[in-house]
């Protein structure tokens, strides 16, 4: 799916991550008896059920990472199956709000 002709993305704060033994993210949406890759129009007139992939936490810090490829491998794996559902790959990770902490790939 090509999000209004985006062709790479930023992943932002993948530290706040950190502390989580699971992480979920929202792939489909239920709503009118009907399951979507698609949210409503009118998000205060339908009632939406998020359908959620879960995904292993990395439960470390990222202080010392510089690469993706030093990334916990969980931290991979997360990023690449989001980059799979959005069709687009990340072409910057934060690690952190320091900027020798911006991988760039």
């Known amino acids: 799916m ?3 002709g985006v062709t790479e993305i930023c992943m932002t704060k993948i530290d706040v991550l950190n ?3 699971e992480i979920a993210a929202a792939t489909h ?3 009118d ?7 409503p129009f009118d998000l ?3 009632e939406v059920a998020p359908l959620l ?3 292993k936490g990395w ?3 990222l ?4 690469t993706f490829e030093q990334l916990p491998t969980e931290a991979r794996e997360y990023l690449e199956d989001l980059e799979n559902l959005l069709g687009v790959p990340f072409n910057m990770i934060s690690t952190g709000p320091e900027r020798e902490k911006l991988i760039i790939r």
């Open 44 to 46: 205060c007139q339908t």
């Open 19 to 21: 502390i989580f033994n």
């Open 53 to 55: 992939k879960k995904y």
């Open 33 to 39: 008896g009907k399951t979507t890759t698609h949210l």
């Open 29 to 31: 949406y239920q709503y």
């Open 63 to 66: 202080d010392d990472v510089r």
């Open 2 to 4: 090509l999000i209004n």
């Open 59 to 61: 439960n470390c810090s």
